[in-house]
């Protein structure tokens, strides 16, 4: 299995500030020949189901505030709020897919 | 519109078996897989196996192999996730989710409570 490992656990910011989560995969899940990360950003907030909001490292979903941004390559990873705003709290879960057998970190609880 | 719909909640004592289940609508049923995930009571996403609906090509976590049966019936647009004997340790929320043709899950369905208890 490709282990990811996410970093802070939990991550306090205040808001308008600028929160950075982390992610690094056990091996790269950069895809030779298409020159793409399979990996992925989720955010999950109390009570609901996660929201995918990053995939490719760094291509926003649709409808996703342009405030949240990704990057990184290979096998670290990076997701960045520019401004935190009060409905940005929940936990985020990077996620590989370059394998078949997918796998997700162990997630991120940002708080204000 | 995308859509997933889970079963309700489920109370259930140890060795019982458990069938749950998620209907798709709003895209072709058969030509995307569908995964489950399990979420134990406060703690991460555990990504469980995916199943392609359209010809039931079916793959899992090593950890959840022999655990539980993954399936599908594409006539009626469903997914299931099914247990033989539960156990205590199976209580959890469970997420079945679309794969996106970019490789994510890019839909969701609204979970199922399982809680298994004597």
């Known amino acids: 299995d490709i282990v990811m490992t996410q970093s802070p656990d939990s991550l306090a910011v205040s808001l308008g500030e600028r929160a950075t989560i982390n992610c690094k995969s056990s091996?790269?899940?950069?895809?030779?020949?298409?020159?793409?990360?399979?990996l992925a950003w989720y955010q999950q907030k109390p009570g609901q189901p996660p929201k995918l909001i990053i995939y490719?490292?760094?291509t926003r979903e649709s409808g996703v505030p342009d405030r949240f941004s990704g990057s990184g390559s290979g096998t670290e990873f990076t997701l960045t709020i520019s401004s935190l705003q009060a409905e940005d709290v929940a936990v985020y879960y990077c996620?590989?897919?370059?394998?078949?057998?997918?796998?997700f970190g162990q997630g991120t609880k940002l708080e204000i | 519109e995308v859509q997933l719909v889970q079963s309700g909640a489920e109370v259930k004592k140890p060795g019982e078996s458990l069938k749950i289940s998620c209907k798709g609508s709003g895209y072709s049923f058969t030509t995307y897989w569908i995964g489950w995930v399990r979420q134990m009571p406060g703690k991460g996403l555990e990504w469980m196996g995916i199943i392609y609906p359209g010809d039931s090509d079916t793959r899992y976590s090593p950890s959840f192999q022999g655990q539980v049966t993954i399936s599908a019936d594409k006539s009626i647009s469903t997914a299931y996730l099914q247990w033989s004997s539960l156990k205590a340790s199976d209580t959890a929320i469970y997420y079945c989710?679309?794969?996106?043709?970019?490789?994510?899950?890019?839909?969701w369905g609204q979970g199922t409570l399982v809680t298994v208890s004597s």
């Open positions: 091996q790269s899940v950069l895809y030779s020949s298409n020159n793409k990360n399979f």
């Open positions: 989710a679309r794969v996106a043709s970019t490789g994510p899950f890019d839909t």
């Open positions: 996620q590989q897919y370059y394998s078949t057998l997918s796998t």
């Open positions: 490719w490292a760094s």
